[in-house]
C-alpha cells in the first residue's frame, strides 16, 4: 500500500487539550467513571471498554456522569478535559455492540477505540457522528485491512501488552506500519512512565497507551490485592498463554498460583474459559480472580491516585526530553 499523504492532523482537535500524548487504556473490570474523570481531567485520554457496563442503560448512565462532571469542573490551570475514548469490542461474539453503539452515538465521542476485529460495521455511523475512529491491530496484515476500511489511526498491540497481547517486537512493528500509513499511530505495550512514552514519540507514533500502569490507581476499579500484587510483581512473573481466553494473554503468575492453578501445567487453548461469548458475567468470572497484566507491571511501584502518576509521568516526560542527544 502507497504511503497515504497526511493532509491535516486528525488529532489537531484535542491535542491542546493534553498534557501528555498518552491514553489511558481501555481495561476489562478495571476503566470505570473514576478513572476515566481523573485522567481527563489531567490532560489525559480517557478509555474504558463499553462492555464494563452491564448494560446499554448504564452505559448511558456512565457516559451522562462522565460528561457532567467533566463539565462541571475543569482542571486547575483553567484547561478543558482530554477526551472520553469509549472502546467497542467488535468481535461477533459481542451481542450488546449494535446497542451500545447506539448510546455512543447519542453522545458523540470524539474519539472511539475499536478492539478483536475489523472497525468496518461500526465506522459509517461513527464517522457520521464525527468521532475519530482508532482499530487496535496486532499483525501488519490487520493494520493493512484496518485501514483500507477506513479506520482513521491505530493502536498497535506490541509484545508485552496487558491484556490480549500483541507479539511483534514495538520498534519493528511501528516502522513497518509508518512505512505506508502517515496518519495517528498510538504504541500499546510495555509502557509505564514518562521515558518509555518519550521512547515511543520518538519512534514516530502520537500517542501511547499505558494499561498496566493505570491499574495500581486509587481510582481503578481492579480489587485492592490485585494493585499489591503489581507493586510485589515485576515482568518475569508474567506469563504469556491462551489458556484462558483463547487469545495470548499475559497474566500475572501469582494470581494463577493463588487460584490454585499450576502456571506451568495450564491446559492448552482456552480451556479453562468459562464461557465463551462476551456476557459480562461470564467474563467476569475468568477475570476477576486470575488477573492479567503486561511487562509493565516492573514499573508499578506503588498504588497512586491518578493526577500523582500523571504529574510523575510528566516530570519523567520533561526529564527524558532534556537529555535529548544535540549535536
Ligand atoms: C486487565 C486488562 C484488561 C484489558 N481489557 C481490555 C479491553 O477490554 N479492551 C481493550 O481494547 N484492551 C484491553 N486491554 C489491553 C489494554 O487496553 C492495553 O492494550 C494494554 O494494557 C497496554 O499494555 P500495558 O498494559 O503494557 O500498558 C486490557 C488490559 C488489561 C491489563
Redesign the pocket.
Do not use: K
Given at each position: 500500500m502507497p504511503l497515504a499523504p497526511l493532509h491535516h492532523d486528525p488529532l489537531s482537535r484535542f491535542r491542546a487539550r493534553l498534557s501528555l500524548p498518552l491514553i489511558a487504556?481501555?481495561?476489562?473490570?478495571?476503566s470505570g467513571v473514576e478513572l476515566v474523570v481523573a485522567a481527563c481531567r489531567n490532560g489525559v485520554i480517557g478509555?474504558f471498554?463499553t462492555?464494563n457496563c452491564r448494560t446499554p442503560e448504564q452505559l448511558d448512565a456512565w457516559l451522562g456522569e462522565i460528561e457532567t462532571r467533566l463539565h462541571r469542573r475543569e482542571d486547575a490551570e483553567g484547561k478543558p478535559a482530554a477526551p472520553v475514548c469509549p472502546?467497542l469490542?467488535v468481535h461477533r461474539s459481542n451481542t450488546r455492540l449494535d446497542n451500545d453503539l447506539a448510546v455512543l452515538l447519542r453522545y458523540k465521542p470524539e474519539l472511539v477505540?475499536t478492539?478483536?476485529g475489523s472497525p468496518a460495521p461500526v465506522l459509517g455511523p461513527l464517522h457520521d457522528a464525527g468521532a475519530l475512529v482508532f482499530a487496535?491491530v496486532a499483525s501488519i496484515r490487520h493494520a493493512e485491512r484496518a485501514l483500507e476500511a477506513g479506520a482513521d489511526g491505530l493502536?498497535l498491540?506490541s509484545a508485552?501488552?496487558?491484556?490480549?497481547t500483541g507479539w511483534l517486537n514495538p520498534f519493528a512493528f511501528v516502522r513497518a506500519v509508518r512505512a505506508f500509513f502517515d496518519g495517528p499511530l498510538v504504541l500499546?505495550?510495555?509502557?509505564?512512565d514518562g521515558h518509555a512514552l518519550r521512547a515511543a514519540q520518538a519512534l514516530s507514533c502520537d500517542l501511547a497507551?499505558?494499561?498496566?500502569?493505570f491499574?495500581a490507581t486509587r481510582e481503578s476499579m481492579a480489587d485492592e490485592r490485585y494493585k499489591a500484587m503489581l507493586v510485589q510483581s515485576s515482568a518475569d512473573d508474567i506469563l504469556l498463554t491462551s489458556a484462558f481466553t483463547g487469545l495470548q494473554t499475559n497474566m500475572l503468575k501469582p494470581s494463577i498460583v493463588a487460584a490454585g492453578l499450576d502456571p506451568d501445567n495450564l491446559p492448552a487453548h482456552g480451556a479453562i474459559e468459562i464461557g465463551r461469548d462476551i456476557d459480562v458475567e461470564n467474563r467476569q468470572k475468568r477475570?476477576r480472580d486470575i488477573?492479567?497484566?503486561?511487562?509493565?507491571t516492573s514499573g508499578v511501584t506503588d498504588v497512586l491516585p491518578v493526577d500523582e502518576l500523571i504529574a510523575r509521568t510528566l516530570a519523567e516526560y520533561r526529564t527524558s526530553q532534556s537529555r535529548d542527544f544535540r549535536a
Open positions: 487504556a481501555p481495561m476489562f473490570l478495571v478509555a471498554p462492555v472502546n469490542i477505540i478492539s478483536v487496535d493502536v498491540l508485552g501488552a496487558g491484556g490480549q500499546a505495550g510495555g509502557i509505564s497507551y499505558m494499561g498496566t500502569r491499574i477475570w488477573w492479567s497484566a503486561g511487562h509493565a
